[in-house]
C-alpha cells in the first residue's frame, strides 16, 4: 500500500463510452500525476497538477480529460477512445514537483474495444 | 531536462551483486539523481536518491563519481524478487516533473 488508490483496477470500454478513472491520496500531497505506459513502453507523463492547478499537459489528446476538483482527488475522464489507449493508466503524487519522491497507485488496466 | 541513458536489459543470478549503471552528461548543477523500481503491471516505487558521492539505503547503495555525469545503482546479492525495470531520473525541485526514460530490465535467475 502506497497510500495511492485507484478505481477501477480494470477497464473495458467501447470507442463510443465515455468513463473515468479516479485517483485518491491519503499522503497530504500537493502534486498529482497521470501517466499512461503501454506494452513494453516507458512511462509517459500525461498531466501534473500542483496544489489543484494544471502545470503540465504533455501533448495529450483532447479524448482525455484530466479534472483535480482538490489535492487529494484526481480524475480522468475518457471519451471516444481508440484502441491504441489501451494501457495501464498510473497517478502519483508526491510533496511538491521536480525531484521528490513519486508515490504511485496500482493503476488502471484499460482495455478500448 | 537532462538526458538520461541506461543499459536496455541485463542479466544475473541469485546472491550476485548487479550493478547498473546510468549516464547523464549534461546535469546541472541544481539536479538530484534517482532511481525507481518497477514490478509488472505496477507503478514505480521509489529506490534511492542522491547528489553526489554515495548513499545508501536498506536496499540499494548509488555511487555518484565527482564530475556527476553518471550514477551506478548497487543491489547486493540480488534474489528472484528484484526482477524488475529500474530507472534512473535526473532533475531538481523545480515544477517541472521528472521523465521516466526506458529503464533497465533486470533479470535475476535461480
Known amino acids: 500500500e502506497t497510500g495511492v488508490t485507484q478505481t477501477p483496477r480494470h477497464l473495458v470500454m467501447g470507442m463510443t463510452n465515455k468513463k473515468s478513472l479516479k485517483c485518491e491520496q491519503h499522503?497530504?500531497?500537493?502534486?498529482m500525476y497521470w501517466y499512461k505506459q503501454s506494452a513494453k513502453k516507458p512511462l509517459e507523463l500525461m498531466f501534473v497538477?500542483?496544489?489543484?492547478?494544471?502545470?503540465e499537459n504533455n501533448s495529450v489528446p483532447s479524448r482525455f480529460s484530466p479534472e483535480c476538483p482538490n489535492s487529494s482527488h484526481l480524475f480522468l475522464h475518457l471519451h471516444t477512445l481508440q484502441p491504441e489507449d489501451s494501457a495501464l493508466y498510473l497517478c502519483?503524487?508526491?510533496?511538491?514537483?521536480?525531484?521528490?519522491?513519486?508515490?504511485f497507485g496500482p493503476g488502471t488496466r484499460l482495455t478500448v474495444l | 531536462l537532462a538526458k538520461t541513458t541506461q543499459p536496455i536489459s541485463m542479466d544475473s543470478y541469485e546472491g550476485q551483486e548487479v550493478n547498473i549503471t546510468c549516464s547523464h552528461n549534461?546535469?546541472?548543477?541544481?539536479?538530484?539523481i534517482t532511481w525507481y523500481q518497477q514490478f509488472p503491471s505496477q507503478g514505480p516505487r521509489f529506490i534511492i536518491q542522491?547528489?553526489?558521492t554515495k548513499v545508501t539505503n536498506e536496499v540499494a547503495s548509488l555511487f555518484i563519481p565527482a564530475d556527476r555525469k553518471s550514477s551506478t545503482l548497487s543491489l547486493p546479492r540480488v534474489s528472484l524478487s528484484d526482477t524488475a525495470v529500474y530507472y534512473c531520473?535526473?532533475?531538481?525541485?523545480?515544477?517541472?516533473?521528472?521523465?521516466f526514460g526506458s529503464g533497465t530490465r533486470l533479470q535475476v535467475q535461480p
Open positions: 531520473l535526473v532533475g531538481d525541485t523545480g515544477r517541472r516533473a521528472l521523465t
Open positions: 549534461n546535469i546541472a548543477t541544481n539536479d538530484y
Open positions: 497538477y500542483n496544489f489543484k492547478e494544471q502545470t
Open positions: 499522503l497530504g500531497h500537493n502534486a
Open positions: 502519483a503524487s508526491s510533496q511538491g514537483q521536480g525531484r521528490n519522491e513519486q508515490f
Open positions: 542522491g547528489y553526489k
